[in-house]
């Protein structure tokens, strides 16, 4: 089978998948206090509840328990909340 009779037959199924997550594409932002850190799994947590995970260009050294943070993320297509910045405000 010709490869552009292929590409015609499967467009009308692309075009009838789920368009992907404007959120993930999107980032927020969040500020509060770091209430926990597992640098073993690159994880900190907010006294709210949050969880963030780190990237390979942020480190959990560089975070303290009670250190007040403004957080840029990204939420992954799997719910984790990837943390592209971060701003320690004290």
């Known amino acids: 089978m010709p490869k552009w009779l292929i590409a015609i037959a499967t467009a009308p199924l692309l075009l009838t998948l789920p ?7 999107l ?5 509060g206090t770091i209430l926990s850190i ?6 900190f947590s907010l ?12 480190s959990s050294q560089d975070l303290m328990i009670g ?16 943390v592209t910045a971060l701003q320690v405000v004290n």
């Open 19 to 25: 368009p992907h997550s404007l959120r993930s594409a």
């Open 27 to 31: 980032a927020d932002e969040i500020a």
């Open 47 to 58: 006294e709210d509840g949050s969880r963030f995970l780190l990237t390979d260009t942020l």
């Open 67 to 82: 250190s007040e943070v403004l957080i840029t993320f990204t939420t992954t297509v799997s719910g984790d909340r990837l």
């Open 38 to 43: 597992d640098p073993f799994e690159g994880l």
